[in-house]
T-cell receptor, first 114, second 112 residues
Framework: NAGVTQTPKFQVLKTGQSMTLQCAQDMNHNSMYWYRQDPGMGLRLIYYSASEGTTDKGEVPNGYNVSRLNKREFSLRLESAAPSQTSVYFC?????????????FGPGTRLTVL | QKEVEQDPGPLSVPEGAIVSLNCTYSNSAFQYFMWYRQYSRKGPELLMYTYSSGNKEDGRFTAQVDKSSKYISLFIRDSQPSDSATYLCAMSANFGNEKLTFGTGTRLTIIP
């Protein structure tokens, strides 16, 4: 099992460019999440998908779009990147099964917008 | 005011010391409480998980929840250099496919 995988690991964009961050999980989990992590701000939820075919906004959705392509894959798109979107992005998944309500995280994508 | 407050540190202690990490929260609906550990340039991993009030022990780690005070703690006994990481508290109101609310994280360094 690879768990949660993310591509790319690093990316540098210019303001106004677009890109898609890819995430896949092989644990047959229903829920998937996109977070951003900034110094002093902790993990903030951008979007989540409780099940295949559904997506909902989190705390900081502006400037992002998501697609739950199938049960395994959940992508995050930046249509027109801004310097404020410089951050580390984490994807996570959750089975929602007892005994632990555990979210499994990917290794992260470090994005710099110039 | 944030729903979950956590002292960001950084916190440095000598090897073998007892470490206490804390979070306070304002949402009385939270029932599920977690501590995640995040090593540098890695994703967070679940360390401890508790439901409602009380204590839970796992090896050198003890998680405490005091719902009346809206206060949770993580204690690390006999701290080791390998415990050096950022520790994030997280909590949710319901079980299952639920959003978590995270604290900002405390960066901990154990000095050999």
């Amino acid at each position: 099992n690879a768990g949660v995988t993310q591509t790319p690991k690093f990316q540098v964009l210019k303001t106004g460019q677009s890109m898609t961050l890819q995430c896949a999980q092989d644990m047959n989990h229903n829920s998937m999440y996109w977070y951003r992590q900034d110094p002093g701000m902790g993990l903030r939820l951008i979007y989540y998908s409780a099940s295949e075919g559904t997506t909902d906004k989190g705390e900081v959705p502006n400037g992002y779009n998501v697609s739950r392509l199938n049960k395994r894959e959940f992508s995050l798109r930046l249509e027109s990147a801004a310097p404020s979107q410089t951050s580390v992005y984490f994807c996570a998944s959750n089975s929602g099964q007892a005994p632990r309500n555990e979210q499994f995280f990917g290794p992260g994508t470090r994005l710099t917008v110039l | 005011q944030k729903e979950v407050e956590q002292d960001p540190g950084p916190l440095s202690v000598p090897e073998g010391a007892i470490v206490s990490l804390n979070c306070t929260y304002s949402n009385s609906a939270f029932q599920y409480f977690m501590w995640y550990r995040q090593y540098s340039r890695k994703g967070p991993e679940l360390l401890m998980y508790t439901y409602s009030s009380g204590n839970k022990e796992d090896g050198r780690f003890t998680a405490q929840v005091d719902k009346s005070s809206k206060y949770i703690s993580l204690f690390i006994r006999d701290s080791q250099p390998s415990d050096s990481a950022t520790y994030l508290c997280a909590m949710s109101a319901n079980f299952g496919n639920e959003k978590l609310t995270f604290g900002t994280g405390t960066r901990l360094t154990i000095i050999p």
